[in-house]
């Protein structure tokens, strides 16, 4: 499956931001999905995961409460709903799909397929 995200930028300390991740190739709801996050110097971490069908969600700690994970399967599109964004939550987000057992991943090893990134900025 190929995964395309979109939809960073540069807002505000508190700012909202919308991202998306399209998918195409194979079939997009066999996957379970997860959004990930590379800041400068840092290595790659978990931000949320989602299973499936949706059901079922999981998110990092240092966004629990601000950010949303959701998906529309009929659209083959993830979604990642930042509210209330700190400067630091900046780094290059990227959408990823793995047909692993069970709900949701932290794991980057779990994970077989990846988008290319999309810049996220917060500035202070």
């Known amino acids: 499956v190929q995964l395309q995200a979109y939809g960073g930028g540069l807002v505000q300390d508190g700012g909202c931001l919308r991202l998306?991740?399209?998918?195409?190739?194979?079939?997009?709801?066999?996957?379970?999905m997860g959004w990930f996050r590379q800041a400068p110097g840092k290595e790659r971490e978990f931000v949320a995961a989602i299973s499936w069908r949706g059901e079922r969600s999981y998110y990092a700690d240092s966004v629990k409460g601000r950010f949303t994970i959701s998906r529309h399967n009929a659209k083959n599109t993830l979604y990642l709903q930042m509210n209330s964004l700190k400067p630091e939550d900046t780094a290059v987000h990227y959408c990823?799909?793995?047909?692993?057992?069970?709900?949701?991943?932290?794991?980057?090893?779990?994970?077989?397929?990846w988008g290319q990134g999309t810049q996220v900025t917060v500035s202070s």
């Open positions: 990823a799909a793995g047909a692993y057992s069970g709900s949701w991943s932290t794991q980057i090893g779990q994970y077989d397929y």
């Open positions: 998306s991740c399209v998918a195409s190739g194979r079939t997009f709801s066999s996957y379970a």
